[in-house]
């Protein structure tokens, strides 16, 4: 098949969108780097410290005008940005493959999943509302109503360049208040682009900014005082730290942090179905995603294990490798040269704690004339315990490590000494096996016969212990609350 018409010709120099306009950093700029065919397709900014509070200056004096715009009337503005998203729906997918690696399809879906908080962001006029209780007392009625704060930050992972920040900007600017998105220095284009798609929409200046930056610009707006709030994705030890700066400083914060998560395959599993759906979940963005499949519990007897083994791995051999806008191709490379070293750390870590490699990324072979460097392929690690690092860390990467249990009750004390919580799937055709899963494990995002418990825009996304810290998550009537403040008044009139 044919490689799709790369929509980025040449090296983009990424701008600032701050108050409206587009400026150019006087920080340092850095290269982006196609993962798979190495050229540079962008150069970035270190925003300065300047440049973080003239954002954050310019969303605070954006904050008093946009809150009192009527919610029908912020809605419009999303209303347009739905259609423009629509309308630039491919061109943005394709840069998400070209700045991320992953495939042109994963990358349309991204897209959507990205546009539907958009819509749902829309019904804010009905999602916003208060409550109100009359005759409280006698004569008396009691009402609740919900206020926008002023500014939130933004700050995203590398591995959903698009779709991140849309969990939470599209809720803030809906309910009112101000955002400043700091993508990933990693893969900050697709932000741009939808940067210009929300400068057309028509909203007023300083309501939706972008600042370009790592770690350092991440602090400075945590540390700014005329921010509200922080709605973070990211790693555990960064969602840590930002959880508690913004505890000692009085700002909300939503802070979604790292994964590892359990696949439990029974033996009662329709192994047909079951397959297909556990290679998107272990190799789908080349395993590079929070809801991956990392540890594959499997329980049954020999026979059952040895097939399910068996089925696995030719499913996992047979997946075709290469460039993401070749449309033939299942998987793409890993994001960064830098993230193939750590998968490839975890491996040798992997064989050297006893786990039997039973198929070998490591020996890639990838469809068209590509650099290698960001490329490995899928792997099976059997005879993992869970005591093993690969069984314990957040790999990040398309690894899959095969674990046996005897029975639901040993699956599921085994993903309790995980210290992660956000995701756990069970295949079964057992409703009862199903529903005690569903139960009784301490994850925020179930799967039943699902390997990617991904919750839709109108649900919150959810996770639990060292995958996430605060109490409101994102996405879904969650997020309305995170971005307003529940003011009550009690009215009496003589
Ligand atoms: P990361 O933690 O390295 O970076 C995330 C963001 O934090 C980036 O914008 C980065 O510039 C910024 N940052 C880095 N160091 C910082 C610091 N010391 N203080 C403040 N900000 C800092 O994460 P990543 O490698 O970009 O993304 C991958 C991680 O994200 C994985 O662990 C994955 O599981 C997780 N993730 C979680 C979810 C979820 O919903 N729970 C979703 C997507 C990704």
């Known amino acids: 098949m ?57 969303a605070n004096q954006a904050f008093p005008e946009w809150r009192k715009t009527t919610p029908l009337a912020r809605c419009r503005c999303l209303f347009r940005l739905k259609e423009l998203l629509e309308e630039n729906f491919e061109e943005l997918s394709r840069i998400q493959t070209m700045e991320h690696g992953k495939t042109i399809d994963e990358s349309r879906g991204e897209t959507r999943r990205g546009i539907e908080n958009v819509e749902v962001a829309t019904g804010i006029p009905s999602l916003m509302m208060g409550e109100t209780l009359e005759d409280i007392a006698t004569g008396i009625d009691e009402y609740l109503i919900r206020q926008p704060l002023g500014v939130f930050s933004c700050i995203a992972p590398f591995n959903f360049p698009f779709m991140v920040p849309l969990w939470f900007a599209p809720y803030a600017v809906a309910t009112g208040n101000c955002v400043i998105v700091k993508p990933s220095p990693r893969d900050p284009i697709s932000q741009v682009k939808l940067g210009e798609l929300v400068d057309e929409a028509g909203f007023p200046p300083g309501v939706w900014n972008i600042i370009h930056g790592g770690g350092e610009v991440a602090r400075a707006l945590l540390e700014n005082k005329d921010i509200k709030g922080a709605c973070f994705v990211g790693s555990t030890p960064v969602a840590k730290e930002i959880y508690k700066k913004c505890g000692e400083v009085g700002k909300r914060v939503i802070a979604q942090g790292g994964a590892k998560n359990f696949i439990v395959i029974m033996s009662d599993a329709d192994l047909e179905k079951t397959i297909p759906a556990l290679m998107t979940s272990f190799y789908g963005n080349t395993g590079q995603r929070c809801l991956s499949g990392a540890n594959a519990l499997v329980v049954g007897d020999d026979a059952f294990y040895k097939k399910f083994l068996q089925e696995f791995v030719d499913a996992a051999s047979k997946i075709k490798i290469g460039y993401g806008l070749d449309e033939g191709i299942q998987m ?44 490995l392929g899928p792997t099976v690690f059997e005879n993992v315990k869970p005591y093993m690092t690969i069984a314990k860390e957040e790999i990040f990467g398309p690894v899959a490590s095969i674990i046996r249990a005897k029975s639901l009750d040993e699956a599921i004390d085994i993903i309790h000494t995980s210290r992660y919580g956000n995701a756990a799937c069970i295949f079964t ?66």
């Not at 600032?16 to 150069?43: C, F, M, Q």
């Not at 193939?340 to 064989?351: A, C, S, W």
């Not at 050297?352 to 068209?368: F, M, P, Q, T, Y």
Request: charged letters at 30%; a negative charge; proline letters at 4%.
């Open 2 to 58: 044919a490689i799709l018409e790369e929509p980025i010709k040449e090296v983009l120099v990424l701008k600032n969108y701050i108050d409206g306009e587009w400026v150019e950093s006087e920080g340092e700029l850095h290269d982006i780097v196609n993962p798979a065919t190495r050229k540079v397709i962008a150069k970035a900014p270190s925003s300065t410290e300047k440049e973080v509070d003239e954002a954050v200056k310019a």
């Open 429 to 494: 055709s057992s409703g009862k096996t199903a529903r005690e899963f569903q139960y009784r494990v301490q994850c925020g995002n179930i799967g039943i016969n699902i390997g990617i418990a991904a919750p839709m825009a109108f649900f919150p996304f959810s996770g639990m212990k060292d995958s996430f810290f605060g109490i409101l998550h994102g996405q879904g009537k969650e997020v309305i609350r995170f971005f307003t403040e529940s003011k009550v008044v009690i009215q009496r009139w003589w």
């Open 332 to 375: 793409g490379p890993m994001q960064s040269e830098e993230g193939k070293r750590r998968v490839l750390g975890f491996i040798e870590k992997g064989i050297e704690e006893g786990a039997k490699i039973i198929l070998d990324g490591r020996k890639v072979e990838i469809k068209g004339n590509y650099p290698l460097d960001c490329f």
